[in-house]
C-alpha cells in the first residue's frame, strides 16, 4: 500500500501517519519526491483492508497494490478450474451450453422445449421456479411445484438442471430438487445468500451484476470460495448502460479479462444481455470465440405465449442452426461441447 | 398500450395479432399510416404486464401508455405522504436529518457521537449492525449486539434509529431494536426482503440501487406497498457511473424526478453517493434546495479508526457547521428541520 | 408519431394540439382509452423533426414511430454495401484487416512495422499524423511530414493508408495523402468536419464516440451520405462504462445491431477499446465471430518507446499469431482476408 | 511516479527498467516489498506523460502521483478566478445568469425573450447561430445572420452575447459579433478548436463533454489556457447514463470537485442535463447551493413552436419566477446576481 502526501503535509502529520503504521504492525518507508512525499506501507496489505489510511489528515491518496480477491485468483490457483454439474464438465476445455426457458411454466411446455434443445445439443437445463420480476404484479414463479416439474423433466432427458435461487431460507428446497444454483444479476451482492450456497457443495453459476466491476464480481465469488465451496462458474450477462436499443450491454471482453486473473470458469448469457432474438446467435459466436467456457440461452417453442420474458427467446429451431455454428467455432478454439 | 407493425407485416400476421388482442380480453383499434400500421389495444394495460406480445411475428415495437407502479404514484395517492418515525416526520415539509456512523462499533463511541451530532441538530441516529461489505474478509458488523447498543444509545438520546437489514431472516431481530429499517442499495431488488418489510408495519428507508433507474425504485417501493406497509421514505445515494473521482454520481434530479410521480418522501445520502468529505456538504445544501425531505449523513468523531467506510464520514464539528447552512436552506424552501 | 395526453387534459387543449397538426400538414387520428386519450399523427414523420410537440400544454409524451436515419438504413438500401479503399475491398464477406502504430513517429519506424503487419496479413496500413491527445502537453503528432511518411511506406508495401482527419482544414491536406479519412471517437459528432469529408469522394471510417447509441453513430454516418459520399465504414471502439479495469467497454453487440438496421459496413477496434494487448487477440477473434467486416488493430514493434499509446498496441509477433486465428474463424464465418 | 513490478519479475526485467528511467533522466528507487516490488520514480512528472512505461515487461501497473492538468489546478492559482464577459462579472462571488433561447429564430422573437430575461434578472444573453444537431435533416441555425440579430438585441438590451462556435473556421465570425464564445459538450475534445479560441482574448464558457470526466474537463480548459486564453468558465450539463426519464445525468457533485482542485469557475446548465422543463427549478436552486457560479438556462416564449429544442425551455413567467428564489439562494450562500 502506497500513502501519498498532500503537497503542504506538516511535519506532524507525517509523524502520525508513520505512528498509525507502526500501532497497526506494518513497517513504513518514507519518500520525498520533488512534489510529493510518499510513504510505501510493507507487511501483509490484507490486513488492512479495514483500515481507513485516507481519512488521516494530510493524505491525498491511498494506492492500494494487491487485489482484494484471493481464493479466486490466479496466483493462488494457477490451472483453470473445472465445475462438474452432475456429468458436465464446465471449464478446460468443456463448454457448458445451458438452455431452457426463462420460467418453468408446466410439466408439458418444459419437457417438450427439453427435448428440443436436448436434440439441439444443449447438456444442462434451466428453468426458473421463484422469478426476480421488477414489478410485484408480474408471474413470481411456480415455486417448488416448479422445482418438481424441473427435476422430473432433467431426469427424463438426462440433463442436469440449474435454478435460480433469490432468498436464503429457499436453498435447501432448491437444493434438493437442482443440480446446479443460480445466483442472479439482482443478488451478486446479496452477501447472506452467498454465504449460504457457499456452504453447500452443489455448484454455483453467479452472474455479474448489472452494475458490478469484474472485480465486484470476483469478490463475490470470493464469498462462496471462502465458504468453502469452490464450484463457482461465473456468468457476463452485460451490464447497464446508455445504450437504449438493447436491454443491458453486454462486456465481452470480461471473459479475457477474468481468465487473465482467475481461474474460474465463465460463461456468457446473450439473452439476458441484450433481450432481443436478432443479436442472440451473433453474440453467442462471439462468446465461443472469446475463450467463454459455455453459453446461457433462454429457448421457447412459444415464445408470444410465455410468462416471462418471451420476446428475448429464440425458438428451438434458431437455437439448433445456432449450435451448429458454435460447433464449428468450439472446433477452431480447440473446445468440445 | 400501442402496438407498432414491421414495414412489411402481412394481413395474416395483422390478423394474428388482433385475434391475440380479442383472446386477451382487450379491444384492438387498428390505424394504417403511410410507412406504418399501428394497433392501439384499449382496456386495462396493468392485466397485460405478462404477455409478450413483442414476441408475435410482425411486431416491430410495444410502446406501453401508462406507467407500471400503482400505490406509489400520483395518481393513486396526490398529496405527499409524511413518513412517521418515532416522533419525527419525514415529508410534507419537514425533515428527516439523519445521522451517525458507518457501522456501530461499540457504545462508547456510538453514544459519543449520537450526543453530537443531535446536539447539531439531527433528529434520527444511524448505525450499521450487519454490513453488506464487498469483501468477505472486511468486518461485517456486530449483529445483534449492535442492534442493542443502537436501540440504547438511541433512548438515551431520545432518537429514533434506523440500522440496514440483508436478509429476510433478519427481520424479525431488526424489528425488534429498531424503529426503522434501512434497505441498503445492494438489495433494492432482493424482493423476498422488500415483501418481508413489506408485511410489518415499521417505516422503510429504500436506497435506489447502484444501477436502477427512477422507475427501478418506485417499482421496488410498489413492492413493499403493495404488502401492505405504506411508510416507505426513498433514498437517493447515488449510482455506478464513469466519473472515477467520485465513489458514485449522485443523481440530484432523481428528487423532483420522484416527487413529480409519486407521493413518497425522498431523502438524500451525500455520503454514499460521493465516498469524500469535502464533497458532503455542498451536495447535503444542493439536496435541501432541490427539495429533498432529509440528509442522510454519516458522522464519525475519529474517522481514521473507523472500522468501516472511515474516509468517507464528516466530523462531528463539521456536521455541525454544515447543520447551521442547512438549516438556513430550510428556511428559505420553507421547511423545517 | 403518437401523442399521448396527460390524465386530465381539457378539451381545449385537445382541441390546441390537434389544429397544430393540421396546420403542420397533417391528419390526426383521435383516440380515448380509459385511462389516456391518444392522438395518432399521419403524414411525413420526417418533416415533423423540428416541431417540439412535447411543449404543447397537456401533452404527457410524443412517440416517434420511424427511425431517423434514412440513407444509412437497410430501408433504404437493401444490400450490404461494399466499401473499396484502394484495392482493399471491406464489407460484403471481405474483411479489411487494418493495422499500423497509433502515432507515425518515424519512416524508419513505420516501414519496420508496415513490413510485418502486411507480411502477417493486414491489407490496410494506419498510422496517426494529427493525434488527438487529451493533455495538450502530450505529443500531437507529425503533422504533413507525417502523411508525407505515410504514403512513402503505403506505396513501398502496396498497401493502402487510413489516418486521422481532425479539423475541417486539414481536409484537403488528408486527402491529398490518404487512401481513406478516419474520424475519431471525439469527432464523431463534430457535424462541420463529417460535412467536410461527406464532400469528398474518399472512403471515410467513421469510429463511434464514447458515449454515443448506435442510433447516434448512425445519424452521424447520415451526415457524410447526405453530403453525398456513400463510402462510410463504420467503426466500434468501446464506450464509456464504470467499469475501471478497461479503458472502455467494447460493445460487440453493436456488430450485429448495426447490421440489421443499416447496410453499412461495421469493423472493430479492440485497441483502443480495451486499452490491454492481453485482450486484444480474444476481442478480435470475437469481432470476426460476430459478423465484423474487418479488425482495426495497433501493432507498434517496441510499445516502450512509442510516442502515443504505446502499451495498448501488439507486437508485431502477437499480431501474427493473431491472424492466423482470425483466417480459421473468417474461414468458418465464410469471408475472406 | 509509481511503479509496480509483476509478482515474478525477474532481475533482468527490474535492471531493463532502472535503465530506462536513467535514460529519461529520472532517478529511480526501488523498495521490495513480501509480495510486490514496486520503484518510485523522481523528478519532473509532468516530463514523463508521453512515455509508455507501462508497456514494459514485467510492469504490473504504473501510478501516477500528480494531477496532469497546471494552469487550471489550484496549486498554480490559489484564489478563484474572476471572468470577466463585457461588465458582467463570474466567479468570485459573483453569479453569471444565462439566458436566452436554444437558437436564434429571428430579431422579434430574441428581442422578446431578452427583454423578459433581462427583466427577471439575467445578465447574459444567449442564442445559438450554428447548432450542433444529431440529424443533419434538423434546423442548423440562422449562420452569421443569426449572429447580427443576437449582437443586435444584446445591444439594445444592455446584455453581453454568448454563441456557440463549433468549427474553427467561425471564430473569426464569432469573435466579430459575440462576447463569449461557448465550446458546446460535443465539442469539448475538439482540440483545433480548443486551441483556437485559446489564442484569442475573449472568455470561453467550456461545455463538460457527455462522457467527460471532470478530469479531461479541466484537460481540455488547460488546451485553451496553454494557448494564453485564461478567460475560461466551465459548465457541468449532464452526462450519459443509463437513467432514461432525463436527457442526461446532472452531476452536481462536479462543482465542489471542480472547485476543489481548480481556480476555474464554473456554472450549470440544467436545461441540457434534464431535458425537462419540470426539473429545471429545483436543479437551478440545487446549482446556486452546490456553490455553482452561475446557472445557464433556456427560456422561450412560445416553445411548442422553437425549432430547436423547445420542449425543454421555460417560459419567461417560469423563469421569473425561479429568479425569485436564486436570488434568496445567493443571498444564504453570500453571492451575488
Given at each position: 500500500m502506497i500513502i501519498v502526501l498532500r503537497p503542504h503535509s506538516t511535519p506532524e502529520q507525517i509523524e502520525h501517519i508513520l505512528e498509525r503504521i507502526k500501532e497497526l504492525g506494518f513497517k513504513a518507508h518514507l519518500s520525498k519526491g520533488e512534489l510529493r512525499t510518499i510513504i510505501g506501507v510493507i507487511g501483509d496489505?490484507?490486513?488492512?483492508?479495514?483500515?481507513?489510511?485516507?481519512?488521516?489528515?494530510?493524505?491525498e491518496q491511498v494506492l492500494p497494490i494487491?487485489?482484494?480477491?484471493?481464493?479466486?485468483?490466479r496466483e493462488f490457483h494457477a490451472d483453470d478450474s473445472v465445475v462438474r454439474v452432475g456429468k458436465v464438465r464446465i471449464g478446460g476445455g468443456a463448454l457448458g451450453m445451458i438452455a431452457g426457458p426463462c420460467a418453468i411454466e408446466s410439466y408439458e411446455i418444459l419437457d417438450t422445449i427439453a427435448g428440443q434443445v436436448k436434440a439441439a445439443g444443449a447438456n444442462i437445463l434451466r428453468g426458473g421456479a421463484f422469478k426476480p420480476r421488477t414489478s410485484p404484479y408480474s408471474f413470481q414463479g411456480l415455486g417448488e411445484e416448479g422445482l418438481k416439474i424441473l427435476r422430473a423433466v432433467g431426469d427424463k432427458h438426462g440433463m442436469p438442471v440449474v435454478t435460480e435461487v433469490m432468498d436464503p431460507r429457499q436453498v435447501d428446497v432448491v437444493q434438493r430438487h437442482a443440480d446446479m444454483f443460480q445466483i442472479g444479476a439482482r443478488n451478486m451482492q446479496n452477501f447472506d445468500l452467498l454465504k449460504e450456497v457457499g456452504q453447500t457443495r452443489k455448484p454455483v453459476l453467479l452472474k455479474r451484476g448489472m452494475s458490478a466491476t469484474v472485480k465486484d464480481l470476483l469478490m463475490s465469488a470470493e464469498y462462496i470460495l471462502s465458504e468453502g465451496n469452490l464450484q463457482v462458474v461465473l456468468c457476463e450477462r452485460g451490464v447497464r448502460s446508455f445504450?437504449?436499443?438493447?436491454?443491458n450491454m453486454l462486456d465481452l471482453s470480461a471473459v479475457p479479462n477474468v481468465k487473465g486473473q482467475s481461474h474460474l470458469p465463465i460463461i456468457v448469457d446473450p439473452s439476458h444481455a441484450t433481450g432481443r432474438p436478432d443479436l442472440i446467435p451473433a453474440m453467442s459466436r462471439a462468446a465461443v470465440a472469446a475463450g467463454a467456457d459455455g453459453v446461457h440461452i433462454e429457448v421457447h417453442s412459444c415464445p408470444e405465449k410465455?410468462?416471462?420474458?418471451?420476446?428475448q427467446a429464440l425458438l428451438p429451431g434458431q437455437y439448433a442452426a445456432l449450435m451448429q455454428d458454435l460447433r464449428k467455432l468450439a472446433d477452431v478454439m480447440g473446445k468440445e461441447i
Open positions: 496489505e490484507n490486513k488492512l483492508h479495514a483500515e481507513p489510511l485516507s481519512a488521516i489528515p494530510g493524505v494487491l487485489k482484494p480477491f484471493k481464493l479466486s485468483s445504450e437504449d436499443s438493447t436491454r410465455a410468462l416471462s420474458d418471451g420476446p
